[in-house]
């Protein structure tokens, strides 16, 4: 794997980085045609729903909420790479609407695949924690790619800091590793400091999201422990001391 260049963070923005509440990034993004599902039997557990198709399979909540954060996800990865994706597979028109030949569909990856075409392309983004075989999904993607066809996967590394800021005691830190068990940076670059900004409302409006299942249900810790426990790694993530981010 390559090695990147280590990201240069702006001294300048430090102190008036306070004044950062996500309003610029939360209010960019712009909400799309979106799927009904008919599966309306929804779990319901610490506050949010979570989907009732094989429930307990997807850790993730279904909710209006953690449809805008997955929204903002992507504008983060458009963002990030300029494009939709980076295969050679041709260039999509990204319409502000759902066009006439695509289907939307509530099914099981895991599951057999029974498409009767095969795809050109098949694109998976940040499926970590949801996958309990990859070595059987990468196969059914191959199996169901048409010649010349492509596979994409886009995901995170673990956080890390270039410059060892994130100490392993920070409930940051502490945070990332309790999820494998069971970013917000401020760089000179333009770019990189919009990238910051995003990151940090995805995490930031993610964190109950992705927490609440795995460390009430598989953790064995309680809503309100984890509610003080968030608020700690919120502050981790504002602190201008810690460098971190997540590889992708």
């Known amino acids: 794997m390559p090695k990147h260049l280590p990201i240069e963070v702006d001294p300048d923005i430090i102190a008036a980085a306070s004044d950062y509440d996500g309003s610029s990034a939360a209010s960019s993004f712009t909400?799309?045609?979106s799927l009904r599902s008919s599966i309306l039997r929804y779990r319901v557990e610490n506050g949010r729903t979570y989907h009732a198709y094989k429930d307990g399979s997807y850790l993730g909540?279904?909710?209006?909420?953690?449809k805008e954060r997955l929204e903002l996800q992507h504008t983060l990865c458009v963002?990030?790479?300029d494009e939709l994706y980076l295969c050679p597979a041709g260039k999509p028109?990204?319409?502000?609407?759902?066009?006439a030949n695509v289907e939307f569909g509530i099914d099981d990856?895991?599951?057999?695949w029974t498409y009767s075409d095969r795809f050109s392309l098949i694109?998976?983004?940040?499926?970590?924690?949801?996958?309990?075989?990859?070595p059987r999904l990468f196969k059914q993607c191959y199996d169901n790619l048409e010649p010349g066809g492509w596979l994409?996967?886009?995901?995170?590394l673990p956080i890390t800091s270039d410059d060892g800021t994130l100490a392993a005691d920070t409930p940051l830190a502490r945070w990332a590793a309790l999820i494998l068990e069971g970013t917000r940076r401020w760089p000179k670059d333009s770019k990189l400091k919009e990238l910051g900004q995003w990151c940090?409302?995805?995490i930031d409006t993610g964190l109950e999201a992705i927490s609440n299942a795995i460390f009430t249900r598989f953790l064995g810790w309680t809503k309100e422990d984890l509610d003080a426990f968030l608020a700690e790694v919120r502050e981790d993530m504002k602190n201008h001391d810690i460098h971190s981010y997540w590889p992708m």
């Open 31 to 33: 909400s799309s045609a």
């Open 61 to 66: 909540p279904n909710d209006d909420p953690e």
């Open 79 to 81: 963002l990030t790479f």
């Open 93 to 99: 028109d990204p319409a502000p609407y759902v066009p």
């Open 109 to 112: 990856l895991e599951d057999p």
């Open 123 to 134: 694109y998976a983004r940040f499926l970590t924690a949801s996958v309990a075989d990859w």
């Open 152 to 156: 994409e996967v886009v995901d995170i």
């Open 200 to 202: 940090f409302e995805n």
